[in-house]
T-cell receptor, first 119, second 116 residues
Framework: VTLLEQNPRWRLVPRGQAVNLRCILK??????MSWYQQDLQKQLQWLFT????????VKSLPGADYLATRVTDTELRLQVANMSQGRTLYCTC????????????????FGEGSKLTVL | AQKVTQTQTSISVMEKTTVTMDCVYE???????LFWYKQTASGEIVFLIR??????ENATVGHYSLNFQKPKSSIGLIITATQIEDSAVYFC?????????????FGGGTRLTVRP
């Protein structure tokens, strides 16, 4: 059973429009949820880690603006806005048990990603 | 700040041979985790193997093993008896140990092609 479900898996984004991504966690024992972005050159870059419902963070990077929200214990959202024209971007969510201290294996589990292409 | 570098952008090998992928890292942390993940054609990122910085012995899982050289800040991935389905992009990554939820810092990836 897949731990993380992402939707949509692919979206064509009209220029100037924002897109909302969802990441659903199937097992609440992995409370640390994160978003990573990946460009066409495959470079993976951490965006956010949100632990608790109600947590929000914003970030601006070259090529896109991001707003992440931890909606519930099992749902993480990402709004991507102001993407550069002609750009393709992958956004992947992850989850971790995050036991802390020496009990922490540090292992992340990833979703299958969402592909965004700006028209 | 942490940095991870994979200098090999792509490698092609024959099936059933052994391949080594290189990775070097930079960190100020005294304790850290080092990982290798692979990304399949579907886009899924799958955990392969982990090395704890405070352990001297190299980690081994199935046909994956690590060559951890701490003085050189190097963590190579060795895949023995490669199979066609090992073709994927392989990422080296690191993070600090004790901070739950700490971010993972990735290298740029190495694309492995296994030929029949």
């Amino acid at each position: 059973v897949t731990l993380l479900e992402q939707n949509p898996r692919w979206r064509l984004v009209p220029r100037g429009q924002a897109v909302n991504l969802r990441c659903i966690l199937k097992n609440s024992q992995y409370p640390w949820m994160s978003w990573y972005q990946q460009d066409l050159q495959k470079q993976l870059q951490w965006l956010f880690t949100l632990r608790s419902p109600g947590d929000k963070e914003v970030k601006s990077l070259p090529g896109a603006d991001y707003l992440a929200t931890r909606v519930t214990d099992t749902e993480l959202r990402l709004q991507v806005a102001n993407m550069s024209q002609g750009r393709t971007l992958y956004c992947t969510c992850s989850a971790e048990k995050g036991l802390g201290g020496r009990g922490n294996t540090g292992q992340l589990y990833f979703g299958e990603g969402s592909k965004l292409t700006v028209l | 700040a942490q940095k991870v570098t994979q200098t090999q952008t792509s490698i092609s090998v024959m099936e059933k041979t052994t391949v080594t992928m290189d990775c070097v890292y930079e960190t100020q942390d005294s304790s850290y985790f080092l990982f290798w993940y692979k990304q399949t054609a579907s886009g899924e990122i799958v955990f392969l193997i982990r090395q704890d910085s405070y352990k001297k012995e190299n980690a081994t899982v199935g046909h994956y093993s690590l060559n951890f050289q701490k003085p050189k800040s190097s963590i190579g991935l060795i895949i023995t008896a490669t199979q066609i389905e090992d073709s994927a992009v392989y990422f080296c990554a690191m993070r600090e140990v004790y901070n739950a939820g700490a971010k993972l810092t990735f290298g740029g990836g190495t694309r492995l092609t296994v030929r029949p």
